[in-house]
């Protein structure tokens, strides 16, 4: 497998793996994201078949023994599969996640003590600043997180905007359709009357770059539209669903 670098802004990188799926479908990109700052941060680790080609691939921007910090959105194999993998290259590195994601997975599973962190608290990397944002069951798991970094407006919105096949690093196109596709052939948002507030919240932030992690990132004007568009498909279907 190759893992694939590519900047989708100032000193974010998208690491990228294409896994074709069985029989002829499309299959995915698992996406990891790599913020070079003086303490370097990975959101995602990938699974741990992932790690030698992913690592690989980090190891092309920063000195691997650099990294300072990794996180991830929720307990999930393409999430954090490969945590302990990294925390074993990076003697360094601390592994850090909401209060609830600790409790329920990370203080048992990681190799050293955790970070919990707070809604809305802050890491200064040196260079780039990331705030924490709990977004209980968006995606989709009760501990589910996002990550926002401040001086590029990067959101890293996990499996939000996730879209099939093979896709270039970064768009200012449409993600939408195929990101609605992608929901209605696997269905993994849950739907809760939180959904929608919950992604509108991260339009208010209006990010510049949106990084997401199963196919293209997207830039530009359209970022916030993009967003607001997809709070109100999930409200629609929360609404179709209590009334049926």
Known sequence: METRVDEIADKIYRLCTLIPGANGAPGFTF???????????????????????????????????????ITYSHAEADECGSLNDWLAAAPQATAAQGRFGCAIWLNDQALRPPRALADNEVLDLGGKRVRHLSTPHVPHAVDASLLYEETTGTLFS???????????????????????????????????????????????????????????????????????????????QLRQAMAG
Do not use: C
């Open 158 to 236: 996990s499996d939000l905007f996730t879209q099939l096949g093979d896709s270039p690093a970064l768009t200012d196109k449409d993600i939408i359709e195929p990101a609605i596709a992608a929901e209605k052939a696997y269905g993994f948002t849950s739907l809760t009357p939180k959904t929608g507030p919950t992604i509108r919240r991260l339009a208010a932030l209006a990010p510049r770059t949106i990084a997401v992690m199963h196919g293209a990132s997207i830039a530009g004007a359209g970022t916030v539209p993009t967003l607001e568009a997809l709070a109100g498909y999930y409200e629609d």
């Open 31 to 69: 996406n990891q994201f790599l913020i070079d700052a003086d303490e370097p941060l990975l959101f995602h680790t990938g699974m741990r078949s992932l790690f030698a080609s992913v690592s690989a691939a980090a190891g092309k921007v920063i000195d691997l023994k650099r990294l300072r910090w």
